[in-house]
């Protein structure tokens, strides 16, 4: 079965640090790769996507992830945590029943130390 | 524009009542999806609607749980005979291109629901 790990139901780093949140998932075909991003009391919004092409990908604020088919990754990153990234990121994964359901990980809230 | 909206935002009900939940979609969207988060877990995929196509409610957990989609816009999501573990946010979303797999999707803001 299909399925999408988040590694880290929690993560933490300082203001200005490396921010990694990591993501796989099995899929027997290529898949289409999401992150979304819930701030604080607000819905879900797309950070985000990979479906063909570049495999690293940029979104906003300054996120971006990298599709790796051999590691079967798709891996979140910035370079410099600011206080407003604290929220919880979920990575998901469609396209790989020829449907349109999509898989969402557990999710990984993620903190910024001042 | 307008986003997705949800309502109510909050509902408590009684066990063994039952809820409607309303999500209204973006204008001009034609996927919706329906999911619930529980608390530390992750979205737990309901049901898909696609313009006139039936539904996929493969995630439906059981019989209990119903959702129709009036006029390819507007869907409700009904929940006959309570149980504690219902309680959870349900989310709605929707998606412009539906009918890909690679088109993201719009999320309102979610109806926490407590069963007591």
């Known amino acids: 079965a299909q399925s999408v790990t988040q590694l880290g139901s929690h993560v933490s780093v300082s203001e200005g640090a490396l921010v990694l949140l990591r993501c796989n998932y099995s899929?027997?075909?290529?898949?289409?790769l999401f992150w979304y991003v819930q701030y604080p009391n607000q819905g879900l919004q797309l950070l985000l996507k990979?479906?063909?092409?570049?495999?690293l990908v940029k979104g906003i604020n300054g996120f971006e992830a990298e599709f790796k088919k051999s590691e079967t990754s798709f891996h979140l990153t910035k370079p410099s945590a600011h206080m407003s990234d604290a929220a919880e990121y979920f990575c998901?994964?469609?396209?790989?029943?020829?449907?349109?359901?999509?898989?969402f990980g557990a999710g990984t809230r993620l903190f910024v130390k001042a | 524009g307008a986003g997705v909206s949800q309502s109510p935002s909050n509902k408590v009900t009684e066990k063994g009542k039952d809820v409607e939940l309303r999500c209204d979609p973006i204008?001009?969207?034609?996927?919706l999806y329906w999911y619930r988060q529980s608390l530390g877990q992750g979205l737990e995929f309901l049901i898909y609607?696609?313009?006139?196509?039936?539904?996929?409610k493969s995630g439906l957990p059981s019989d209990r749980f119903s959702a129709e989609r009036t006029g390819g816009s507007v869907s409700t999501l009904t929940i006959q005979r309570t149980q504690q573990e219902d309680s959870a946010v349900y989310l709605c979303?929707?998606?412009?291109?539906?009918?890909?797999?690679?088109?993201?999707?719009?999320f309102g803001p979610g109806t926490r629901l407590t069963v007591t």
């Open positions: 998901a994964v469609s396209g790989f029943t020829g449907g349109f359901k999509t898989i």
């Open positions: 899929s027997s075909v290529p898949p289409y």
């Open positions: 990979y479906t063909t092409g570049a495999t």
């Open positions: 609607f696609q313009g006139n196509s039936a539904p996929d």
């Open positions: 979303a929707s998606s412009p291109r539906g009918g890909l797999a690679s088109s993201e999707q719009y």
């Open positions: 204008s001009g969207h034609t996927a």
